[in-house]
């Protein structure tokens, strides 16, 4: 079992920045894979983005050059860096775990944090 707690949402400006934590217990963080997702109001949830436990990453095209996922496999945390907020990366942001190699697939990954909440609005 793996424990997933999100926080660092809130409500930005756009063009403002946040960074979110996702602070992971049980067992060995650093074996898995990590990925965010978010779910905007009557959307599906979407990938964000995803790094390896060796570090290697993956981002959507819509966050790429605006977003930066990293991991501290001390702290069993991994951060979603968000600069240059739009009012459309307004959602539930996620994080999930997933033993092996990341994926861009929500179903794929095996647990899951409760969530927290991102509002870009001016």
């Known amino acids: 079992q793996v424990q997933l707690v999100e926080f660092g949402g809130g409500l930005v400006q756009p063009g403002g920045s946040l960074r979110l934590s996702c602070a992971a217990s049980?067992?060995?963080?650093?074996?898995?894979?990590v990925g965010w997702f978010r779910q905007a109001p009557g959307k599906e949830r979407e990938f964000v983005a995803a790094?390896?436990?060796?570090?290697?990453?993956s981002y959507a095209d819509s966050v790429k050059d605006r977003f930066t996922i990293s991991r501290d496999n001390a702290k069993n945390t991994v951060y979603l860096q968000m600069n240059s907020l739009k009012p459309e990366d307004t959602a539930v942001y996620y994080c999930?775990?997933?033993?092996?190699?990341?994926?861009?697939?929500?179903?794929?990954?095996?647990?899951w944090g409760q969530g927290t909440q991102v509002t870009v609005s001016s």
């Open positions: 999930a775990v997933r033993a092996g190699t990341p994926s861009f697939v929500d179903r794929d990954y095996d647990y």
């Open positions: 049980g067992r060995t963080f650093n074996w898995y894979a």
């Open positions: 790094i390896t436990s060796g570090g290697s990453r």
